[in-house]
Nanobody, 124 residues
C-alpha cells in the first residue's frame, strides 16, 4: 500500500518560518508530480506549489517569493519551506502526489494520493 505521511506543521508567529515534509512509502516505481495544497476553514482547497519529476516548479501567486518547494527523489520526499508567514497562511496543508505502483497480478497503476494533512497556525 502506497501512502503519504506529512510532518512539520505547528504554531508560529507572523514573520516566522516552517518546513513541511511529505514522505511517500510503499511499492513505488515512479513518482510524477508532487505538490502541496492547503485548506483554511470555510474555504476550498487551493494549490500552494507543485514540482514535476524533472524538478520544474509552479507556485500560487500569493506564495511566490515566500514559499519554496523541493524534492529528494532518493528519499521519495517533497518539502515546503515557508518563510515570512502571515496569519492568512493558517490552514491545513496537504501533500499530493501521482505515484506509479505495482498492484495485484503485476499490474502497473498510477494513483493520485493525498496525505492526512498537517495544521499550520500563524499567530499575529
Amino acid at each position: 500500500q502506497v501512502q503519504l505521511v506529512e510532518s512539520g506543521g505547528g504554531l508560529v508567529q507572523a514573520g516566522g518560518s516552517l518546513r513541511l515534509s511529505c514522505a511517500a512509502s510503499g511499492i513505488i516505481l515512479r513518482i510524477n508530480t508532487m505538490g502541496w495544497y492547503r485548506q483554511a476553514p470555510g474555504t476550498q482547497r487551493e494549490l500552494v506549489a507543485v514540482t514535476s519529476s524533472g524538478g520544474s516548479t509552479n507556485y500560487a501567486e500569493s506564495m511566490k517569493g515566500r514559499f519554496t518547494i523541493s524534492r529528494d527523489n532518493a528519499k521519495n520526499t517533497v518539502y515546503l519551506q515557508m518563510n515570512s508567514l502571515k496569519p492568512e497562511d493558517t490552514a491545513v496543508y496537504y501533500c499530493n502526489a501521482d505515484i506509479t505502483t505495482i498492484q495485484a497480478m503485476g499490474l502497473y497503476r498510477t494513483l493520485e494520493l493525498w496525505g492526512q494533512g498537517t495544521l499550520v497556525t500563524v499567530s499575529s
